[in-house]
T-cell receptor, first 113, second 115 residues
Framework: AQSVTQLGSHVSVSEGALVLLRCNYS??????LFWYVQYPNQGLQLLLK??????LVKGINGFEAEFKKSETSFHLTKPSAHMSDAAEYFC???????????FGGGTRLMVKP | DAGVIQSPRHEVTEMGQEVTLRCKPI?????LFWYRQTMMRGLELLIY????????DSGMPEDRFSAKMPNASFSTLKIQPSEPRDSAVYFC?????????????FGPGTRLTVL
């Protein structure tokens, strides 16, 4: 069965610092992986997705993630944090059937001025 | 495209009352999902439909919860009777069987408060 683990339910960085949000997955089949972002009082929106075309995936708002099969990881990074990046971030992996996704527990990113 | 539409955006009701949440998926999408989000339990899948047919309702917490999808453009999630522990944000999402690798599109959510 597919599962996702996000290390760190809360991450705090200073404005301008590197953002690193961790995601590890387990999957019995080659996975498709997603990062979603949820701003306060809004729904989830797609940041980026890995679909096996390239291991380094670039998304919106300067975020990117690298698929590392050997480490079963799909960590999300951004070189320089902005105040507007403060949100909750969810990693998700495709399930085998039914167009379903398995979501991680989420990581709340706080950006300090 | 207008995206996934949910109504109402906020609902405040009293314990014991019936609550109905509504969702309009993106046109052409053949999967529809209902999720519940709470601080304690995070994001939980309640039920999902494929071509208007319920496929997996194992996430529905109790018989007080029911969901329907009478046509491709409308779904409801009903709670009867409601209880304070049902207070949460309820999201609807839709996706399309095709090339998009199960990408789901979420609505803005309905924040339910049961007093």
């Amino acid at each position: 069965a597919q599962s996702v683990t996000q290390l760190g339910s809360h991450v705090s960085v200073s404005e301008g610092a590197l953002v690193l949000l961790r995601c590890n997955y387990s999957s019995s089949v080659p996975p498709y992986l997603f990062w979603y972002v949820q701003y306060p009082n809004q729904g989830l929106q797609l940041l980026l997705k890995y679909t096996s075309a390239a291991t380094l995936v670039k998304g919106i708002n300067g975020f990117e993630a690298e698929f590392k099969k050997s480490e079963t990881s799909f960590h999300l990074t951004k070189p320089s944090a902005h105040m507007s990046d403060a949100a909750e971030y969810f990693c998700a992996v495709t399930r085998n059937a039914g167009n379903m996704l398995t979501f991680g527990g989420g990581t709340r990113l706080m950006v300090k001025p | 495209d207008a995206g996934v539409i949910q109504s109402p955006r906020h609902e405040v009701t009293e314990m014991g009352q019936e609550v109905t949440l509504r969702c309009k998926p993106i046109s052409g999408h053949d999967y529809l999902f209902w999720y519940r989000q709470t601080m304690m339990r995070g994001l939980e899948l309640l039920i999902y439909f494929n071509n208007n047919v319920p496929i997996d309702d194992s996430g529905m917490p109790e018989d007080r919860f029911s969901a329907k999808m009478p046509n491709a453009s409308f779904s409801t999630l009903k709670i009867q009777p409601s209880e304070p522990r049902d207070s949460a944000v309820y999201f609807c999402a839709s996706s399309q069987t095709s090339y998009n690798y199960n990408e789901q599109f979420f609505g803005p959510g309905t924040r339910l408060t049961v007093l």
